[in-house]
């Protein structure tokens, strides 16, 4: 099951809805991941941290550049995942 499907059942069963009727929240799903697909300041510091235990010697710019990177790949990759 992608994580796209378990978010569309996930809100598929907070309406109340039959466990059948998942699919007609997927574009829902597909709405918010399209928001969520930038990251905020605090997530980019956030996991620039992890990318300077790994390369201190780069700034934390570039780090934090490079985790807002990671999640955008990891959110596109979701929704691409979505269509398989």
Known sequence: MTP?????????????????NWRTYVP??????NALHEPSEHMKEAGGEIFHSYN?????????SDAANVWRLMVTAMRNGAQN
């Open 28 to 33: 829902h799903v597909e709405v918010v991941m």
């Open 56 to 64: 201190p010697e780069h700034s934390e710019i570039a780090h934090q």
């Open 4 to 20: 796209i499907e378990r978010a569309a059942r996930a809100l598929c069963s907070l309406q109340g809805d039959p466990d059948d």
